[in-house]
T-cell receptor, first 112, second 115 residues
Framework: AQTVTQSQPEMSVQEAETVTLSCTYD???????LFWYKQPPSRQMILVIR??????QNATENRFSVNFQKAAKSFSLKISDSQLGDTAMYFC?????????FGTGTRLTIIP | GAGVSQSPSNKVTEKGKDVELRCDPI?????LYWYRQSLGQGLEFLIY????????KSGLPSDRFSAERTGGSVSTLTIQRTQQEDSAVYLC?????????????FGDGTRLSIL
């Protein structure tokens, strides 16, 4: 069975600082996709960044980047120059055979 | 709007009643997914459609849950004889195709409360 673990239920950081959210997963498959989604209080899940497991290069999207360690089954998200609008729940997710499996989330608060 | 639309936004019903939740995907998106998010939990996969077919129904928690999709567009998730443990936010997502190369776009969800 596939599992995703986010070991930090809550985090907070000062505005403009850098924060890293951790995620580990477990699978016996070799080809899959990894995602970070953001869920603000509005409830809508917003895709932040995506990584294909067969690509060694870490994905980046503006202030968001990942550290993907396939052998260690680790997929952390780094947010640089954090902004107040980054306050949200962040979910790590992993997709195989059309099924997205999510972690339990990290509640991130950006402090002004 | 151009996003995934779900209705109703909120639904309160009595235990034992049937409910129908609706999802209108982004136009042209062939894949459609249903998830459930219980309080304080991550999302739990329920079912997905490719066109009108549902190749994977393994996530449906019991035979009280069913879903259909017609015309390759709108989907309804039906819960019969609702129980209190069915209380959750039900999220729908759609994508251009299957496989993780096409990102899933989510709606705002339906918050279901069973009294």
């Amino acid at each position: 069975a596939q599992t995703v673990t986010q070991s930090q239920p809550e985090m907070s950081v000062q505005e403009a600082e850098t924060v890293t959210l951790s995620c580990t997963y477990d699978t016996s498959e070799n080809n899959y996709y990894l995602f970070w989604y953001k869920q603000p209080p509005s409830r809508q899940m917003i895709l932040v960044i995506r990584q294909e497991a067969y690509k060694q290069q870490n994905a980046t999207e503006n202030r968001f980047s990942v550290n993907f360690q396939k052998a260690a089954k680790s997929f952390s998200l780094k947010i640089s120059d954090s902004q107040l609008g980054d306050t949200a729940m962040y979910f790590c997710a992993f997709m195989i055979y059309e099924k997205l499996t999510f972690g339990t989330g990290t509640r991130l608060t950006i402090i002004p | 709007g151009a996003g995934v639309s779900q209705s109703p936004s909120n639904k309160v019903t009595e235990k034992g009643k049937d409910v129908e939740l609706r999802c209108d995907p982004i136009s042209g998106h062939t894949a459609l997914y249903w998830y459930r998010q219980s309080l304080g939990q991550g999302l739990e996969f329920l079912i997905y459609f490719q066109g009108n077919s549902a190749p994977d129904k393994s996530g449906l928690p019991s035979d009280r849950f069913s879903a259909e999709r017609t015309g390759g567009s709108v989907s309804t998730l039906t819960i019969q004889r609702t129980q209190q443990e069915d209380s959750a936010v039900y999220l729908c997502a759609s994508s251009l195709g299957t496989g993780g190369s096409e990102p899933q776009h989510f709606g705002d969800g339906t918050r279901l409360s069973i009294l």
